[in-house]
């Protein structure tokens, strides 16, 4: 069965300090990747995703960088954190379908608090 | 911008009640999907129904899609105490560029169930 791990669960970081959030999927191959944000009580906004290693595409221009070093790995990455990256990143995975569409698969979350 | 909207925002029923909860969207898309949300955890897919689909049914979970009002509706019968989530819309639009589907998030529905 395909799982999805992520960590850390939780990262306190100082504004300025870089970052380093990893994301790994087991039990499939060539899977689709995504990283998303959770502003509270808001809904998912979607900042990359990949269809293979090294191909990464960004949805909204930020201050955090993405890359796929390897199949089922998904690494996003900050060189300098500020205030507004405060939220909750979730990695998700998928199988694309072309005909039908199909669902996402969800890590466990990492909650950034930037201080 | 937010294509799926969430009604009602909030929700507490008692428990053996059914729960009722709307999405609207904007778009034409591919399927519109439901997850749940437990406080502080990852999203677990509930249910995919497709453009060309009126209705649903998983276990205890009815989804109704109408796409002449870009409206869709979960209905949780006979709930239960630990249905108490987040409960999110998703609206597929098709194909990103390269490949994988683009998922765009409502704001979320609140249910709580009490005993």
């Known amino acids: 069965s395909q799982t999805i791990h992520q960590w850390p669960a939780t990262l306190v970081q100082p504004v300025g300090s870089p970052l380093s959030l990893e994301c790994t999927v087991e039990?499939?191959?060539?899977?689709?990747l995504y990283w998303y944000r959770q502003a509270a009580g808001r809904g998912l906004q979607l900042l990359f995703y990949s269809v293979g290693i090294g191909q990464i595409s960004s949805e909204v221009p930020q201050n955090l960088s993405a890359s796929r070093p390897q199949d089922r790995q998904f690494i996003l990455s900050s060189k300098k954190l500020l205030l507004s990256d405060s939220g909750f990143y979730l990695c998700?995975?998928?199988?694309?379908?072309?005909?039908?569409?199909?669902?996402?698969?969800f890590g466990p979350g990492t909650r950034l608090t930037v201080l | 911008s937010q294509q799926g909207e969430e009604d009602p925002q909030a929700l507490s029923i008692q428990e053996g009640e059914n729960a009722t909860m709307n999405c609207s969207y904007k778009?034409?898309?591919?399927?519109l999907q439901w997850y749940r949300q437990n406080s502080g955890r990852g999203l677990v897919h509930l249910i995919l129904i497709r453009s060309n689909e009126r209705e649903k049914h998983s276990g205890r979970l009815r989804v109704t899609l109408d796409t002449s009002k870009k409206s869709s509706s979960l209905l949780i019968t006979a709930s239960r105490a630990a249905d108490t989530a987040s409960y999110f819309c998703a609206t597929d639009e098709g194909g990103l560029t390269g490949g994988g589907n683009k998922l765009t998030f409502g704001t979320g529905t609140q249910l709580k169930v009490e005993l």
């Open positions: 998700a995975w998928s199988v694309f379908d072309f005909t039908s569409g199909d669902e996402q698969f």
């Open positions: 039990g499939t191959s060539n899977p689709n």
């Open positions: 778009t034409s898309i591919n399927n």
